[in-house]
């Protein structure tokens, strides 16, 4: 059964550093062409992909938060971590993180997701 | 960037109807189009893939159509159960992009 869990802080301040770690279940991390994606929803608002990690390591950012987000893995504690600078009240959102499995002859694209993090940025 | 325009933003239906959801790409996307459904404080669910392909698992009320730029999201016989959100995704080019959602409430 695959399962993935994102937990991170519920609150942040304005300017502080977000991270974010995505716990998953039922599949490897070293898993040929296997990649988890981060992605947000604000209040109201449409989902905005934020960036991915395969398994051999090769990552993409969202150009527009490229500057701000890290990603990366530790396949031993099955976890992806996405850190993001500088928070700001517009960052406030609900952060998920889902799967892409390219483990066959095309991806398909987050077939099984979190249940996301609620992260508020306030003073 | 490809940008998904997804309507109706909001709908409500009565069990036995057959709903709706449309998703317009601004671009040619192929068939590079997924749905999702979403219910408050639950992962959302894997549902359409390559525009027409029904997920594994999920209930053959669902389908989907379209290619190009115009897509639909159709369910027949609504049921209770299927009072969520739904949404549309493009994987056919980066950054991957999203549907504004559509929020489907069952009277």
């Known amino acids: 059964q695959v399962t993935l869990k994102e937990s991170g802080p519920v609150l942040v301040k304005p300017t502080e550093t977000l991270t974010l770690t995505c716990t998953v279940s039922g599949f490897s991390l070293s898993n040929a062409r296997m990649g988890v994606s981060w992605i947000r929803q604000p209040p109201g608002k449409a989902l905005e992909w934020l960036a991915h990690?395969?398994?051999?390591?090769?990552?993409s950012y969202s150009t527009s938060l490229k500057s701000r987000l890290t990603i990366s893995k530790d396949t031993s504690k099955s976890q992806v971590v996405l850190t993001m600078t500088n928070m700001d009240p517009v960052d406030t959102a609900t952060y998920y993180c889902?799967?892409?499995?390219?483990?066959?002859?095309?991806?398909?694209?987050?077939?099984?997701w979190g249940q996301g993090t609620l992260v508020t940025v306030s003073s | 960037e490809t940008t998904l325009t997804q309507s109706p933003a909001f709908m409500s239906a009565t069990p036995g109807d057959k709903v709706n959801i449309s998703c317009k790409a601004s671009?040619?996307?192929?068939?590079?189009m997924n749905w999702y459904q979403q219910k408050p404080g639950e992962a959302a669910i894997f549902i359409i893939q390559?525009?027409?392909t029904l997920v594994p698992g999920i209930s053959p009320r669902f389908s989907g159509s379209g290619y190009g730029t115009d897509f639909t999201l159709t369910i027949n016989n609504i049921e209770s159960e299927d009072a969520a959100y739904y949404f549309c995704l493009q994987h056919d080019n980066f950054p991957l992009t999203f549907g504004q959602g559509t929020k489907l409430e069952i009277k």
């Open positions: 889902a799967r892409i499995d390219c483990s066959s002859t095309s991806c398909s694209y987050f077939d099984y």
């Open positions: 671009q040619d996307i192929d068939d590079d």
């Open positions: 390559e525009a027409t």
């Open positions: 990690i395969f398994s051999n390591d090769e990552k």
